[in-house]
T-cell receptor, first 114, second 114 residues
Framework: DTGVSQDPRHKITKRGQNVTFRCDPI?????LYWYRQTLGQGPEFLTY????????KSRLLSDRFSAERPKGSFSTLEIQRTEQGDSAMYLC????????????FGSGTRLTVV | QKEVEQNSGPLSVPEGAIASLNCTYS??????FFWYRQYSGKSPELIMF????GDKEDGRFTAQLNKASQYVSLLIRDSQPSDSATYLC??????????????FGTGTLLAVQP
């Protein structure tokens, strides 16, 4: 168990480009969450997977955002046509069903759109 | 009204003093409450969780919950400069078949002065 792993740690991209982030949860965790955090704010919920099923998407997740968890293991978050407002820390968290002790977060991917 | 509210601070305390961090929440049905610590540029780290009214102690940390007042607090005794961080209050929402997810406050910045 090496914790939740996110890649890359940092990403700088030009406005209009597409970016993709990867999250590898703790292996026995079937629940996976994506959050976004901007400076001075708490993490904001984006989307949730239970195994491979995406069960909830926040209104924050515009049509430019898509997330997948194809085999119920790792997940990807893609942002198309990035905008400067997408600059944020993108956090992935995992939890096992029935385990009520809160999330384990990954180290996050810091996105800067220039 | 925000679902989870915290004073953004900064809260400045001298080394060795007790730091008191407060949080209120709006969903009276919430059952689980969490405190995360976040150092600048890092991801949140779970430090305490509480489900029952009253106090829960873990080392120098004490979480307090008052469901009637919809109020959660975190006390840090013998504060150290290494405790300087942002403290995020989180509340688990979702019941039955709905998504169980954490809603975060904006965090309180704690500064412990040597």
């Amino acid at each position: 168990d090496t914790g939740v792993s996110q890649d890359p740690r940092h990403k700088i991209t030009k406005r209009g480009q597409n970016v993709t982030f990867r999250c590898d949860p703790i292996s026995e965790h079937n629940r996976l969450y994506w959050y976004r955090q901007t400076l001075g704010q708490g993490p904001e919920f984006l989307t949730y997977f239970q195994n491979e099923a995406q069960l909830e998407k926040s209104r924050l997740l515009s049509d430019r955002f898509s997330a997948e968890r194809p085999k119920g293991s790792f997940s990807t978050l893609e942002i198309q046509r990035t905008e400067q407002g997408d600059s944020a820390m993108y956090l992935c968290a995992s939890m096992t069903q029935g385990y009520s002790y809160g999330y384990t977060f990954g180290s996050g991917t810091r996105l800067t759109v220039v | 009204q925000k679902e989870v509210e915290q004073n953004s601070g900064p809260l400045s305390v001298p080394e060795g003093a007790i730091a008191s961090l407060n949080c209120t929440y709006s969903d009276r049905g919430s059952q689980s409450f969490f405190w995360y610590r976040q150092y600048s540029g890092k991801s949140p780290e779970l430090i305490m969780f509480i489900y029952s009214n009253g106090d829960k102690e873990d080392g120098r940390f004490t979480a307090q919950l008052n469901k009637a007042s919809q109020y959660v607090s975190l006390l840090i005794r013998d504060s150290q400069p290494s405790d300087s961080a942002t403290y995020l209050c989180a509340v688990k929402v979702g019941y039955g078949g709905a998504t169980n997810k954490l809603i975060f406050g904006t965090g309180t910045l704690l500064a412990v002065q040597p």
